[in-house]
C-alpha cells in the first residue's frame, strides 16, 4: 500500500514539476510553432509518350517525395533555416497527343535529314538541343504558369521504327550547321546531354517570346548522354547508367526517374543557399571591372576575350531586384606598367609549387591578393568609401600576355570574396582540367567570362554551383554534376554564358529568405522580451497600433502576413512578398520603440544596459523547483515511514 501511495504521489509531482517547467519555456516554443514561414513550390509534370499503368506508379513515386525540410546554408557553416520550411506540391499529368508527334517527328526528320553523328561515339546520331528545347518552351509559353514545368520523354521511336541510337549537342542547329559546311565535324567537344534547362526571363520583357526562357526543364530518357564530371578524382560522376532509360526494365525505368527527379528539386528548382552574403542589404549596387593589363592602357589585344557586355546583360537585366534596389556597372584600366600598386600586388603574391607529374608551377595566391587589394583599394577606387549609400564590388581582373599557365591557386580561373572578385586570364593554350565528357575537357584560359559571372553570384546573391549538394546521411557537402550543362556559368562542359531560372530565382529567393528571418526573429525576441519584462497589459496600453489591443490580435497580425508571404512566393511574386516582410519589419520596429519608451519611464539607462540574464526570473524558477523538491521529500518521508 505504502509502494502504491508513494508511485501515486511520485506522479502527481513529477506532472506538477513538469508542468511548472513546460510554462517556463512555453513562451519560446509557441512563437517558433506557430511563425513559421511554408514556402510551396508547384511542380508541373508533363509525362509525354507514357502507358498508363507506368502514369500511374510515377505518381505514387513522386508524390513520396513531398516532404517538408527547412533551405541549408552550405558555408561557412553548414546550417539550416528553420523558421522556414520548403514543400513541393506536384500535378502530374499526360502530355497532349500532337506535343508527342511534334517531338517525335522533329527529332527524326533532323537525323534523317542531316545525319551528323557523334564524333566520341560514330554509333549515335548527335541532334541540337534547341529541335525540341522550341517545341518545349512554345508548349510551356502557351499556358499561364505558376509553376516549374518538367517535361518528361519517353521515346521519339514507335514500335516499327529502326531503332537509332541518338544523343543531344548543347550547341543549337544553326551553329552546327555552320561548322558542318565549313568542314569542321568536331561539334560535340563540350558534352552531348539528354536533358535541358531553360534560361531565365527577363523581368522587364512579357512572357510570350520563344526564345527558349521560362521555368522549365526537359529530360528524354530515349536519348543517351556521355560521362561528365571530374576524371580522375572528386564526386558526382554522371553517367547514361545513371539516368533513366526508356531500355531499362519497368522497375528501374521508374526508379531512376524519381531519382531524376529528386536531384532536379534539390539542385535546380530549391537548392542550398551557398553563404549569407557580407554585402546583404544593398540598395545602390555599382559592379567595378578594373582590368590590370601587362601592356599599355588603350593597346588592343587581339586575343583578349572577356565578355564585359555579357555580365552586364545578365546581372543588369535578367536578375529580378527588389523594388528598391538598382545595379550599375563601370570599367577602369589599369597597366601593370606604370602602376606601382598592381604591379607590387602582383609580383608578392607569385608564389612557385612543384610536383612530380606537373613540375614547376607558377600561380598567383588568392588570399595574398585580397589582402593586399583590400589594403590599397583607394588607389584603384577613390570613391570606394566616400559614399555610404552606395555598395561598390570591385572585379579585379589580370589581362596577361603569358603564354605558360597562370592561375588563382593553381586550379581556378576566378575566386570570390565576401566583398570582390578576382579573376585572370593568359594567353596560353588550351588548358587541361580533371574533368571529362568521355574524355578529359579543356578550357579557354583567355576568357575568364563565366568563372567571373558565377563568383559574382556567389558574392552578391549567395547562389553557389549547381553542383553542391548535402549528402542527407553523412550530412557532408558533395558534388553531383547531373544539372551542370545547359545555361549555367558554373559550367564546365559548354560555352553558354546565360544565366538559367535556377541561378535567377535562387538570387531573389535567397535574398528574402535573409529579410524573412531578420524580421520574425526581431518580433519572438521583442515577444520573448515583453514575456520576461513586461506585461501584456501594459504593453498594449502604450502602443499606438489600433490593430494589436492584445496578444491575440499580435499573433494574429503577425501570422495574417506571414500567410501572404507564403502566398506571394507560391506565385513568384517576388515584389509583394518583400513588402509584406517590410510590414513584419515595421511592426517589430514599432514594438521596439514602445518597448523602449515603456523600460525609459522603468529603469535607469545602465538598467537596460545590462546582460538579459534577469536575476527575478532566476529567484523564480529556483524557488518554484525547491518548493516542489521539499514537498516531494515531505510526501516520500511520509509513505515510507
Known amino acids: 500500500m505504502k509502494i502504491k501511495n508513494v508511485s501515486k504521489n511520485l506522479i502527481l509531482y513529477l506532472f506538477i514539476l513538469h508542468f511548472l517547467l513546460i510554462n517556463i519555456v512555453h513562451s519560446n516554443g509557441l512563437f517558433d510553432q506557430l511563425f513559421k514561414i511554408q514556402h510551396t513550390t508547384n511542380i508541373d509534370v508533363r509525362l509525354i509518350g507514357f502507358d498508363s499503368l507506368e502514369q500511374d506508379e510515377l505518381k505514387i513515386l513522386l508524390n513520396k517525395l513531398n516532404k517538408d525540410y527547412s533551405p541549408t546554408i552550405l558555408y561557412p557553416k553548414l546550417q539550416t533555416i528553420d523558421l522556414i520550411k520548403q514543400n513541393h506540391k506536384f500535378n502530374i499529368t499526360e502530355g497532349s497527343h500532337n506535343l508527342n508527334e511534334e517531338i517525335k517527328a522533329s527529332v527524326k526528320k533532323y537525323i534523317s535529314e542531316f545525319q551528323h553523328r557523334s564524333t566520341l561515339k560514330q554509333d549515335e546520331y548527335l541532334v541540337p538541343f534547341d529541335i525540341v528545347d522550341n517545341i518545349i518552351a512554345q ?23 529502326l531503332v537509332e541510337k541518338y544523343t543531344y549537342s548543347q550547341l543549337n542547329s544553326t ?10 565535324n568536331v561539334v560535340d567537344h563540350l558534352c552531348n546531354v539528354k536533358l535541358w534547362q531553360s534560361k531565365s526571363e527577363s523581368p522587364n520583357n512579357p512572357n510570350n517570346s520563344n526564345d527558349g526562357s521560362g521555368r522549365y526543364v526537359w529530360i528524354d530518357i530515349g536519348a543517351e548522354t556521355c560521362t561528365y564530371g571530374p576524371q580522375t578524382k572528386g564526386t558526382g560522376l554522371i553517367s547514361n547508367q545513371q539516368l533513366p532509360h526508356t531500355n531499362s526494365r519497368f522497375t528501374k525505368k521508374l526508379y531512376d526517374i524519381s531519382t531524376f ?9 530549391s537548392p542550398p543557399i551557398y553563404e549569407i552574403p557580407e554585402k546583404y542589404g ?8 578594373i582590368m590590370i593589363h601587362d601592356h599599355l592602357v588603350g593597346q588592343l589585344e587581339v586575343s583578349e576575350q572577356f565578355d564585359w557586355e555579357s555580365i552586364k546583360e545578365q546581372l543588369g537585366e535578367k536578375m529580378p531586384l527588389l523594388p528598391n534596389q538598382r545595379i550599375t556597372f563601370s570599367k577602369r584600366e589599369v597597366s601593370l606598367l606604370n602602376n606601382l600598386y598592381a604591379a607590387q600586388i602582383k609580383q608578392s603574391s607569385l608564389k612557385t609549387h612543384h610536383s612530380v607529374l606537373k613540375g614547376t608551377q607558377q600561380f598567383l595566391d588568392s588570399k595574398e591578393l585580397h589582402h593586399w587589394f583590400k589594403v590599397h583599394i583607394q588607389k584603384f577606387i577613390p570613391s570606394y568609401l566616400d559614399d555610404s549609400s552606395k555598395t561598390i564590388i570591385p572585379i579585379f581582373l589580370f589581362d596577361i600576355s603569358y603564354k605558360e599557365l597562370l592561375l588563382l591557386d593553381r ?10 572578385v578576382i579573376g585572370i586570364q593568359t594567353q596560353s593554350g588550351l588548358m587541361k582540367i580533371d574533368y571529362q565528357c568521355d574524355k578529359q575537357l579543356g578550357i579557354n584560359p583567355m576568357d575568364a567570362t563565366k568563372p567571373i559571372l558565377q563568383s559574382l553570384l556567389m558574392t552578391i546573391w549567395g547562389v553557389g554551383s549547381n553542383s553542391l549538394v548535402v549528402n542527407e546521411n553523412s550530412k557532408q557537402i558533395e558534388n553531383n554534376f547531373i544539372w551542370n550543362v545547359g545555361y549555367n556559368p558554373s559550367n564546365m562542359f559548354t560555352n553558354l554564358k546565360d544565366l538559367s531560372f ?9 535574398y528574402l529568405y535573409f529579410d524573412i528571418i531578420s524580421s520574425i526573429d526581431s518580433l519572438k525576441s521583442i515577444m520573448d522580451h515583453i514575456g520576461d519584462d513586461e506585461t501584456w497589459e501594459e504593453f498594449t496600453n502604450s502602443i499606438d497600433n489600433p490593430s494589436v489591443r492584445s496578444i491575440d490580435s499580435f499573433f494574429k497580425s503577425i501570422n495574417s502576413t506571414i500567410t501572404e508571404i507564403n502566398s506571394n512566393l507560391q506565385h513568384h511574386q517576388y515584389s509583394k512578398a518583400y513588402d509584406r516582410i517590410n510590414q513584419l519589419s515595421d511592426l517589430a520596429m514599432n514594438i521596439s520603440s514602445v518597448i523602449h519608451k515603456i523600460h525609459s519611464s522603468k529603469h535607469s539607462y545602465l538598467e537596460c544596459e545590462k546582460s538579459t540574464f534577469l536575476l527575478s526570473e532566476f529567484i523564480s524558477i529556483s524557488f518554484t523547483t525547491i518548493i516542489v523538491i521539499y514537498f516531494l521529500y515531505k510526501v516520500l518521508r511520509k509513505s515510507l515511514f
Not at 544593398?282 to 567595378?288: K, R, S
Not at 535556377?502 to 535567397?510: E, K, L, V
Open 139 to 161: 508548349d510551356y509559353k502557351q499556358q499561364n504558369h505558376i509553376s516549374y514545368v518538367v517535361y518528361i520523354i519517353n521515346t521519339i521511336y514507335d514500335r516499327e521504327d
Open 175 to 184: 551553329t552546327i550547321n555552320t561548322l558542318h559546311r565549313d568542314g569542321i
Open 261 to 269: 527527379f529528386y536531384h532536379t528539386i534539390r539542385q535546380l528548382i
Open 282 to 289: 544593398w540598395i545602390d549596387l555599382e559592379i567595378q571591372l
Open 411 to 420: 586550379y581556378y580561373q576566378a575566386v570570390s570574396f565576401p566583398d570582390m
Open 502 to 510: 535556377s541561378q535567377t530565382d535562387s538570387a531573389i529567393r535567397n
